[in-house]
């Protein structure tokens, strides 16, 4: 019984930032790993991002490693991803979702909990 809602998304330039937050209501996010995926127009789900219930270990795609990074505040209920050096190619709706089992994965299918989406949007 988690209630996820996605926000801090927009349009920047190339180059810029954005740090989206996603803010859990119902079951602490300490139950839960949490995972940031991202979806363009025709394309499949894509992985962007992991971290584990207590924050301490993180998994990027190779597409965003050195770039953005994903940190939980988990008194606020909270999972950040900080996006910095952001690229046209990083334009997508983005997405939280939140994992119970144990273990890393990259496939949206072993997540049970989805967020709306927030959309970013980077201009050249």
Not at 110 to 121: A, E, H, L, M
């Amino acid at each position: 019984q988690v209630q996820l809602v996605e926000s801090g998304g927009g349009l920047v330039q190339a180059g810029g930032s954005l740090r989206l937050s996603c803010a859990a209501s119902g079951r602490t996010f300490s139950n839960y790993a949490v995972g940031w995926f991202r979806q363009a127009p025709g394309k499949e789900r894509e992985f962007v991002a992991y971290n584990t219930q207590t924050g301490r270990s993180t998994n990027y795609a190779d597409s965003v490693k050195g770039r953005f990074t994903i940190s939980r505040d988990n008194a606020k209920n909270t999972v950040y991803l900080q996006m910095n050096s952001l690229k046209p190619e990083d334009t997508a709706v983005y997405y939280c979702a939140t994992k119970s089992s144990v273990g890393l994965s990259h496939d949206p299918r072993r997540y049970g909990y989805w967020g709306q989406g927030t959309q970013v949007t980077v201009s050249s």
